[in-house]
């Protein structure tokens, strides 16, 4: 039992560049959410699932994107890569809405790097 | 006033002692908190959950709540090195259009030295 995954853990980007963050998880959770963690500024939510085919933007959305086609796999896009989107990004699950906070699995982040 | 705040320390004890970590929230009408501790180059873990006034314990934690004065801490005793970790503090807070939020501190920073 994998839990959450994500992929990759460490990359180097250039500005301007595109890529994606894959998130899989194997608990058959609804939600799903992706953050992101800088120093002195905390975890701020970018976007949320609470099932296939349904996505909405949490605190800081833009210059990302996401998709959920399948219950299992929640990716995060970053188009045109700026050095502020310079961050250790998490994914997470649920089995209840964010906001019930007692039940949130991370996977184990991926750092990035715009450079 | 940030929404949630937390000295960011770093906090530090020696083994044994107890380690306590406060954290003030802005929202009186915040209903449920949480404790995950996080260490260093890892992801988050839930540690406690508390929803109502007063103290929850769980083995070597403690969390108290205090409604009124707007804060929760979490207490460790006996603290052991490997509870040197970065403790966040979660809230869920008020309504924002049809959701809440769920409003993160960020973090204290707790050293436990042998």
């Known amino acids: 039992n994998a839990g959450v995954t994500q992929t990759p853990k460490f990359r180097i980007l250039k500005i301007g560049q595109s890529m994606t963050l894959q998130c899989a998880q194997d608990?058959?959770?609804?939600?799903m959410y992706w953050y992101r963690q800088d120093p002195g500024m905390g975890l701020k939510l970018i976007y949320y699932?609470?099932?296939?085919?349904?996505?909405d933007k949490g605190e800081v959305p833009n210059g990302y994107n996401v998709s959920r086609s399948t219950t299992e796999d929640f990716p995060l896009r970053l188009e045109l890569a700026a050095p502020s989107q310079t961050s250790v990004y998490f994914c997470?699950?649920?089995?209840?809405?964010?906001?019930?906070?007692?039940?949130?699995?991370f996977g184990e982040g991926s750092w990035l790097t715009v450079v | 006033q940030k929404e949630v705040e937390q000295n960011s320390g770093p906090l530090s004890v020696p083994e044994g002692a107890i380690a306590s970590l406060n954290c003030t929230y802005s929202d009186r009408g915040s209903q449920s908190f949480f404790w995950y501790r996080q260490y260093s180059g890892k992801s988050p873990e839930l540690i406690m959950s508390i929803y109502s006034n007063g103290d929850k314990e769980d083995g070597r934690f403690t969390a108290q709540l205090n409604k009124a004065s707007q804060y929760v801490s979490l207490l460790i005793r006996d603290s052991q090195p490997s509870d040197s970790a970065t403790y966040l503090c979660a809230v869920k807070g008020a309504w924002a259009g049809n959701n809440r939020k769920l409003i993160w501190g960020l973090g204290t920073s707790l050293a436990v030295n042998p």
């Open positions: 997470a699950t649920s089995d209840r809405p964010e906001v019930s906070g007692n039940t949130i699995y």
């Open positions: 699932s609470v099932g296939a085919g349904i996505t």
């Open positions: 608990m058959n959770h609804n939600y």
